[in-house]
């Protein structure tokens, strides 16, 4: 039992997919395409909702 639920593991999961496939160099717009998304910017939102906060608060989490 991971204590999520299967959505919250289905989107943890695809972030950590993201993460890797930056690391090799694959653009924002493969990555969402990789992930099945149709468009890129319904990941970001998608992944926005995920974690609770939207595109600038996000940028900001990166940083620090």
Same mark, same amino acid.
């Given at each position: 039992?991971?204590?999520?639920?299967? /959505?919250?593991? /289905?989107?943890?999961? /695809?972030?950590?997919?993201?993460?890797?496939?930056?690391?090799?160099?694959?653009?924002?717009?493969?990555?969402?395409?990789?992930?099945?998304?149709?468009?890129?910017?319904?990941?970001?939102?998608?992944?926005?909702?995920?974690?609770?906060?939207?595109?600038?608060?996000?940028?900001?989490?990166? /940083?620090?």
């Amino acid at each position: 039992n991971t204590g999520m639920t299967f /959505r919250e593991f /289905r989107m943890r999961k /695809r972030i950590e997919k993201e993460c890797y496939l930056l690391s090799i160099g694959f653009t924002k717009k493969e990555i969402a395409y990789e992930l099945g998304y149709a468009h890129p910017n319904n990941w970001s939102r998608a992944k926005s909702r995920a974690l609770g906060c939207d595109k600038r608060n996000s940028k900001k989490m990166i /940083r620090v």
